[in-house]
């Protein structure tokens, strides 16, 4: 396996079960995968990615990241909704990705990340929609504020 390579979905569903199996409770593990999903967006994001985030604005970075999904994720949809953003709060839903488990906490991770190297400040995030009891779930909203 490379590092750089995109492999089939399932796949990435068994790396994360894997990652969930390892403490094999839920709070530590919901926190794994969140790390998970931070760790993703560092080694994703090569220095080009890095450098565009650092100048780019909260506003405007928002409005791409849609885009940046939609290159990196092969099915689903996230939405963006900035109308908070004056408050340092964004809301983004993420769609249409039943059977890809354990997306809410990696997603979550991810974007946290990502919002953190654009802002320059620290991110509280959370969501709804993902449980253990429900891993699949087809639609997950994160919240985050700066």
């Known amino acids: ?30 926190l794994d995968v969140v790390r998970c999903g931070r760790t993703v967006f ?3 994001a090569n220095t080009l990615m890095k450098l565009l985030l650092r100048v780019m604005n909260t506003r405007l970075f928002l409005r791409k990241f849609p885009d940046f999904w939609t290159q990196d994720m092969v ?5 963006v909704d900035c109308s908070q953003i004056e408050r340092n709060e964004v809301t983004m839903l993420v769609t249409d990705v039943a059977g890809f488990e354990h997306l809410g906490p990696l997603s979550l991770g991810f974007a946290g990340r990502a919002l953190e190297q ?8 959370s969501q709804t929609g993902w449980s253990f009891e429900e891993p699949d779930a087809d639609e997950v909203t994160l919240r985050f504020s700066w």
Do not use: F
Request: charged share 20%; aromatic share 10%; no cysteine.
């Open 75 to 79: 099915g689903g949809m996230l939405r």
């Open 118 to 125: 654009v802002t320059g400040k620290q991110v509280d995030a």
């Open 1 to 30: 396996m490379s590092s750089t390579a995109w492999y089939p979905r399932a796949y990435y569903v068994e790396v994360l079960r894997g990652i969930v199996q390892v403490h094999n409770e839920p709070s530590q593990s919901y």
């Open 42 to 44: 560092e080694k994703e």
